[in-house]
């Protein structure tokens, strides 16, 4: 084993008793009705490296996640470095000296920054200085050989170094508790064997430094100093490596932990044999792939790539990881079009949209990549029917994969809430779901532990051997690889060697697969030097536990400013759009009503009828329809919306007027609109007074009593609708926009993943939500500056009061509209849901609440309450009071308190929202 | 196009939603109690319109006019003086305020035609329009009856009597809360599709289809029935239950044809969705777009303010989007008691606007895929 030779120069690491790092008792822990932790009793000890071993879902990621804190207590004691991790105050004080690698590549990493701003991330959350910080980065890249990536983006990389870019930012801080989740699933071997030296040069320099990891390798755990077997939520065993081989009396620790399950688990477990294939077997063709190349921009994936492969063969992929095996395999799934070459599958050209090919074809990809929503057997159940499989044979299909794949329990869970290596077999039972002709597997067994591997290769052995079934598949384990009829070494988007796994050995001198493998890869990349250990870490400075470190604060307030540099095209739809809504809103929104459609029906038809029609048509308000010819059609032209308004005139309606006889005038209004209604109506009163004093004048002369009702419109005379509506509509944007940037800021990481830094690191609520906050305070306050540009140098809008109260007054609130994006951000789990929770808190109090066009004090009700106390409320009154009204601080003093009061309570009710543990 | 893996799909997509209790939680509030609030808060006409006077006259017809102003209206007018009056209204605490001169009621028997000063705070927007118009008409009727009994002169003795159709009470309740339930299903349907596409691309699951004998329009319309379906039933939930029984807003014409209508205006809207989403890259994106698509859909529809009142240019831009055609759809059914003999342009133009964006939508889908 690669491992063992690295393991003499770490024996000395091991520490003297120290007591335990950590200590259990009684833990247990369900999610839903799955019972991951069973009353688990355990003491680890101290300065040693302890590994987890077990199949998958038995629990050893949950018992890692309750020691590094980052998941809540549920049961029982747990006890990490001398203190109970159930007290906050304890695991505030302890985060900094612990330090955990959660499950799967990269997933606490932000795929955006590149790697050395990652790991900067980690130092300034640590409180590092910047020489400090700078050292220790170049010490770690160096040590893991990513200094020549530094300024590459994390989701670029391959998973090997995403892995060693994960183990960076854990050592950042110099942790005495390591704590390391299946670190080496899915990477290479030669990437497997380079990070397991790095790991045994850390711990020589930190010899005190405690090291736990779950593993699903036997060989690498049969390097460590004590390991902990672990079965269905209990602990099976534990003890040194040759503790539990004396134990069991077995040969090797894969055959110790078979011996140690109990027995009904053992059942049926015997060696795995493939059975060659029948010589002179079917000599057809499966897959035919003819100098296939694939370029990103100027970087070659996949470069002039050729084999064949023939019905029923099982053909192994191998190779470094990020070397093209993924972007060939989605090639030949038609997932990618090639740049170059061709590729067949059964003599067809792979054509994307013949659905009959894929009915043949099962893929299953490198990332989970199945409904997590759906539980297992929903998963199973859709793909059986998008397959086209029969009705009444479906639920015996997904019993019999079910059984095969070792799911049968599992089929009422949902995927999330199992762990990677049944999710792993899930895919599996998806892709064979449908009983393909052709296979794709794409590591399918990464993470998956030794006794269902042996499980699924033995399925597929019988799909090869017996169904004819081609099997084209990638892997990293070399034990695979030797059960595969022929195998293609990859590297750098060329193959290396193509042979059987015999002839490979044989052309190359090695003792076994993967000393061969580690030759060709070390020929093929010129032979790296080994990277120079890390330079023996200083201890750090102890970090002072402030309660509010602004230093942590601004560590996230970096990230996230570095995430949006980022992302352009989010900053300049913020900023451009807002512009473009602001003109058109401002244009559009007009309620000064104009061109309200009309008709008279005059059953007069005299002089005076035609004149007071006339006082009608010679207004600006209204435009002249045909008349009305009778009741009928004022039914029909109304209902149908044609006219808003209908005058009706009565007969003789001349003659009464000039006798000084009592008549009435008829006028109907469409209410359907009843704010258009009411403002219809203003104006035909008007309009009747007018002509009401015009006549007396006629009649009586000039001594005739009359007066004049003069209005005066203030603040805008000209009643411009784009006067009135700037300084409404730009709150309405300063709320919408800024909420809805900074609404996805912290769910985002909950739903992929990273928020696990923010549960096991040193850093509080209140410094997490203030520095997710303060670049979008930034880019809102430069929205509004631009905002207020052009609306006064493009849209001309005249303002009349104190700019620097309106900017004032902007600080404050678009510090309340991102703290009302936190607010929801906080508790929502779903990105969906909080995006329509947005909408929903913002658009319409600040429309319909707010004053935009009601004013606050003629609302009602609960809506009366949300508009005295919303933000927008209270800046439209100070926007409005700038703009329009010639003030300034002095006078809109409350509207400043009222903004000023919002900020602490949106802030405070985020922080108590907020968890710091997953729940 | 095969139906069945439409169903499937789809079926997957509810199963999805139901496995997001907040979101379900949000989708409730939306429907029933958001539009309740929203519509209870909705003023009745002019409702308690903040009016001062400011009486240089003090004589018994300027007493006559203080007195005309009462609640629910209006607030009961508060005298204040000339002074006062530019700092109450700097501060907005009036809309309007009357001045009325000294000497007014001399003047007037006199006939010296003395002018009411109407002092209107024009940035209060819809109050200050139609609070205008009825304040006149209330002084006007208040002077000429005050000249009548005072025998001084007779006006021409016209009444103008006023009827609104359909909404008789001019009660705001009414048509605010239809406005709010077409929100709500603008907001949901394009939030539900655009972003559950999104996310299965971030999720990776989107790839995983394409490998299976499903198609891109398969797909599509799978997104679009199920949601649409969703919203759909919320819509007559909300109909029913809030807007006819809650807020007992009295509904003329067919319910069942208003369904019929907001499913034309879903298959539009679930399709701008799928649109945002292949125009975003990722669910930060998509929710930025959202809102700009989102607010002018919303308050240039014509359901905030007459569409008759806004620039033509809008209004023919308006004419493109979904929304304009179902909010003059929902006002005739659900009010004016239209049938289809009458609505049917908007059906028209409806189903038109849905299909072109359904075949633009699927257009990008197909490259978004790619």
């Known amino acids: ?191 497997r064997r380079q990070f397991w030296q790095l790991i045994d040069r850390i711990r020589q320099s930190r010899p005190g430094m405690s090291v736990i990891v779950a593993t699903a390798y036997m060989e690498e755990a049969a390097g460590f100093d004590w390991l902990v077997a672990m079965d269905s939520g209990r602990v099976l065993a534990t003890g040194t490596p040759a503790e539990l081989l004396a134990r069991t009396g077995a040969p090797t620790l894969d055959a110790a932990f078979i011996a140690l399950l109990p027995e009904q688990r053992r059942q ?411 403002t219809v109506r203003g104006y035909v009163q008007g309009m009747h007074a007018a002509w009401l004093t015009q006549k007396a004048r006629e009649v009586l002369g000039t001594a005739a009593a009359s007066f004049q009702i003069e209005t005066r419109y203030r603040y805008n005379p000209d009643i411009q609708s784009l006067v009135a509506m700037v300084p409404a509509v730009m709150p309405l944007l300063l709320m919408m926009i800024p909420a809805m940037l900074a609404v996805l800021s912290v769910v985002r990481e909950k739903e992929l993943g990273s928020i696990i830094n923010f549960y096991t690191t040193p850093v509080t609520r209140l410094e997490f939500l203030l520095g997710k906050q303060a670049p979008y305070i930034l880019l809102a306050l430069l929205n509004f500056l631009m905002l207020t540009g052009f609306a006064l140098f493009v849209f001309r809008v005249p303002m009349s009061g104190s700019f620097w109260a309106l900017s004032a007054a902007a600080l404050l609130y678009v510090v309340c509209s991102t703290a009302m994006g936190l607010l929801i951000s906080s508790f929502m789990r779903s990105q969906i849901a909080a995006i329509f929770g947005t909408a929903l808190i913002t658009l319409i109090p600040a429309v319909q609440y707010s004053g935009m066009t009601d004013p606050v004090s003629s609302l009602e009700g609960a809506g009366a309450v949300i508009g005295s106390v919303y933000p927008t409320t209270h800046f439209i009154t100070i926007a409005r009071g700038t703009f329009s009204k010639a003030l300034g601080f002095a006078e809109l003093g409350d509207a400043f308190l009222a903004l000023a009061l919002a900020i602490p309570v949106l802030l405070g009710l985020a922080v108590v929202l907020l968890r710091k543990q997953a729940p | ?168 009470q001019l009660d705001k309740a009414w048509f605010g809360s239809i406005h709010n339930v077409i929100s709500s299903i603008t907001m949901l349907s394009i939030v539900l599709t655009g972003a559950a596409l999104i996310r299965e691309r971030e999720h990776g699951t989107i790839d995983h289809l394409l490998v299976m004998p499903v198609s891109p329009v398969e797909i599509m319309l799978s997104k679009i029935w199920s949601m649409g379906l969703v919203v759909l039933l919320a819509s007559a939930v909300s109909i029913y239950l809030v807007v006819r029984g809650l807020l007992a807003v009295p509904i003329e014409g067919s319910v069942p044809l208003f369904l019929a209508g907001t499913a034309l205006q879903l298959f539009a809207t679930t399709c701008i969705g799928i649109f945002l989403a292949t125009a975003a890259g990722s669910m930060p994106q998509f929710g930025l777009l959202m809102i700009l698509v989102l607010l002018p859909l919303q308050v240039l529809s014509g359901g905030m303010t007459p569409r008759e009142s806004m620039p033509e240019a809008i209004q023919a831009i308006m004419l493109l989007a979904p929304n304009t055609h179902f909010v003059i759809l929902a006002q005739a059914i659900l009010f004016r008691g239209a049938g289809l003999d009458v609505v049917w342009p908007q059906f028209l133009a409806l189903l038109g606007i849905g299909a072109a964006l359904f075949l633009f939508s699927l257009g990008r889908f197909r490259r978004f895929l790619k």
Request: hydrophobic fraction near 45%.
């Open chain 1, 268 to 678: 049926g477990h015997s060696a795995l044999v493939i059975p060659p294939r029948p010589a002179g077997a079917e000599e057809a063709v499966a897959i035919e792939a003819e100098g296939l190349s694939m370029r990103f921009g100027g970087f070659t994936a996949v470069d002039d790539v050729s084999f064949r492969i023939a019905r029923g063969e099982i053909f192994g992929f191998l190779g470094s990881n990020g070397c093209g095996k993924t972007t060939t395999m989605k090639m030949l799934t038609g997932l990618l079009a090639p740049s170059e070459g061709r590729a067949r599958l059964f003599g067809q050209e792979v054509d994307p949209n013949d659905m009959e090919v894929r009915r043949r074809v099962g893929y299953m990809s490198q990332a989970f990549s199945l409904y997590s929503e759906l539980t297992v057997r929903q998963n199973l159940d859709l793909h059986a029917r998008l397959f086209r499989m029969e009705a009444a044979r479906i639920p015996a299909r997904i019993a019999e994969m079910a059984r095969r794949f070792d799911l049968t329990e599992d089929l009422d869970s949902l995927p999330d809430a199992l762990p990677l290596g049944l999710r792993q077999r899930l895919s599996l039972a998806v892709a064979m779901i449908h009983a393909p002709e052709l296979l794709i597997l794409d590591e399918p067994t990464s993470g998956v532990d030794p006794l269902a591997r042996d499980a699924f290769w033995r399925i597929l052995g019988e799909l090869s051997r017996q169904d004819g079934v081609t099997i084209f598949v990638s892997t990293h384990f070399m034990n695979e690889a030797e059960l595969c009829d022929r195998i293609s070494l990859m590297h750098a988007g060329r193959v290396l060697v193509s042979d059987t796994p015999a002839g490979i050995r044989q052309r190359r001198g090695a003792a076994s697969l993967e000393e061969a493998f580690i030759g060709y890869l070390e020929e093929a990349s010129g032979q790296e030097a080994p990277p120079e250990p890390a330079a023996a870490a200083q201890p750090a400075a102890p970090p002072a536990q402030r309660a509010f470190s602004p230093q942590r604060m601004m560590a996230y307030a970096r990230r996230e400013a570095l995430e949006l540099r980022r992302d352009p095209i989010r900053a300049a739809l913020a900023m451009l759009g807002s512009v473009l809504l602001m003109l058109v809103i401002g244009y559009g929104i007009n309620l000064d009503v104009e061109n309200l459609t009309y008709a008279v029906l005059d059953r007069d038809d005299t002089t005076v009828s035609r004149d007071y029609a006339l006082q009608i048509s010679g207004s600006r308000y209204f435009s002249e329809r045909p008349p009305v010819t009778d009741y009928a059609d004022l039914d029909r032209r109304m209902r149908n919306g044609e006219l808003s308004l209908v005058v009706e005139i009565p007969p003789g309606f001349g003659r009464d007027v000039a006798r000084g006889r009592q008549v009435q005038i008829g006028a109907w209004i469409d209410g359907a609109m009843p704010s258009r209604a009411e």
């Open chain 2, 1 to 168: 196009m095969r139906i069945a893996n439409v169903l499937q799909l789809g079926i997957k997509e509810l199963r999805g939603l139901l496995r997001d209790p907040m979101l379900l939680l949000l989708i409730v509030y939306a429907f029933t109690l958001s539009v309740y609030t929203a519509s209870r808060a909705m003023p009745e006409t002019l409702s308690r319109a903040a009016i001062a006077i400011v009486d240089e006259d003090r004589s018994p017809v300027s007493g006559r006019i203080a007195l005309a102003f009462y609640p629910p209206y209006f607030v009961v007018p508060r005298l204040i003086t000339m002074a006062e009056m530019d700092s109450r209204m700097d501060a907005g605490l009036d809309t309007f305020a009357l001045d009325i001169p000294p000497n007014f009621q001399r003047d007037l028997l006199a006939g010296r035609a003395p002018s009411i000063q109407l002092n209107v705070d024009a940035t209060r927007m819809t109050q200050a329009f139609s609070g205008a118009g009825h304040i006149q008409s209330i002084v006007s009727a208040e002077i000429t009856e005050f000249l009548r009994r005072s025998g001084a002169a007779t006006a021409t003795p016209v009444d103008l009597v006023l009827r609104a159709r359909f909404n008789p």
């Open chain 1, 1 to 191: 084993m690669a491992r063992d030779h690295d393991r003499n120069a770490g024996a000395v690491t091991t520490a003297p008793d120290a007591g335990p790092v950590a200590r259990l008792s009684g833990v247990a822990l369900s999610y839903g009705a799955t019972r991951a932790l069973d009353g688990v009793t355990l003491d680890i000890p101290a300065g040693r490296m302890v590994g987890l071993i077990g199949p998958d879902g038995v629990g050893k990621s949950s018992l890692l996640a309750l020691v590094s804190g980052a998941q809540a207590i549920r049961g029982g004691r747990v006890e990490v470095l001398g203190g109970d991790m159930a007290d906050a105050a304890h695991r505030r004080l302890s985060c900094p000296r612990i330090a955990y690698m959660p499950q799967g590549l990269g997933k606490n990493l932000y795929p955006t920054l590149s790697v050395f701003e990652n790991v900067d991330f980690f130092g300034r959350l640590f409180g590092q200085g910047q020489e400090e910080r700078g050292r220790r980065i170049a010490d770690l890249l160096r040590g893991t050989g990513l200094s020549a990536f530094a300024d590459r983006p994390a989701g670029k990389l391959s998973g090997g170094m995403k892995q060693k870019l994960g183990l960076c930012c854990a050592l950042i801080h110099d942790p005495d508790l390591l704590i390391l989740d299946e670190p080496t699933t899915g990477v290479d071997p030669l990437s």
